[in-house]
């Protein structure tokens, strides 16, 4: 796992949303909007989960995934593996948390990405590369 500068940290916070990819056991890939997200230290990311239904079939099959986005602070792209977690404690701090944010929605269960790669999103010579 890499941990997140400062910087990177920012730029999430200051953004209301992530796009997650995944893909299938075959390679077929889904992308999605989240809102639902936070980072749970310099290292993992919790993803909430209320209406994954192509998504969460991929994170079972494929551990992998990706989230990228951009905003006013710029973007970048984090990769990892997940788990995915119901019925437990993080699953438990998730429903709270989502209960708190938004009362009428309900979390079917946390998805927790342990991050290994951070690239670059920005325009120009360094676009794509790989930071940490």
């Given at each position: 796992?890499?941990?997140?500068?400062?910087?990177?940290?920012?730029s999430?916070?200051?953004?209301?949303?992530?796009?997650?990819?995944?893909?299938?056991?075959?390679?077929?890939?889904?992308?999605?909007?989240?809102?639902?997200?936070?980072?749970?230290?310099?290292?993992?990311?919790?993803?909430?989960?209320?209406?994954?239904?192509?998504?969460?079939?991929?994170?079972?099959?494929?551990?992998?995934?990706?989230?990228?986005?951009?905003?006013?602070?710029?973007?970048?792209?984090?990769?990892?593996?997940?788990?995915?977690?119901?019925?437990?404690?993080?699953?438990?701090?998730?429903?709270a948390?989502?209960?708190?944010?938004?009362?009428?929605?309900?979390?079917?269960?946390?998805?927790?990405?342990?991050?290994?790669?951070?690239?670059?999103?920005?325009?120009?010579?360094?676009?794509?590369?790989?930071?940490?």
């Amino acid at each position: 796992m890499v941990k997140l500068s400062a910087e990177i940290k920012e730029s999430l916070a200051a953004t209301k949303l992530v796009y997650l990819s995944t893909a299938s056991k075959s390679g077929i890939p889904n992308a999605v909007p989240i809102g639902a997200f936070k980072l749970l230290d310099d290292e993992t990311m919790l993803i909430s989960d209320q209406f994954f239904n192509k998504t969460l079939a991929n994170l079972k099959e494929n551990h992998h995934a990706g989230i990228t986005w951009w905003g006013e602070k710029g973007g970048f792209q984090i990769k990892g593996t997940t788990t995915i977690h119901t019925g437990d404690a993080i699953f438990k701090e998730d429903a709270a948390w989502i209960k708190e944010l938004k009362p009428n929605l309900v979390a079917k269960s946390a998805i927790v990405l342990a991050i290994t790669d951070v690239f670059q999103v920005k325009p120009g010579p360094g676009a794509g590369s790989k930071i940490l």
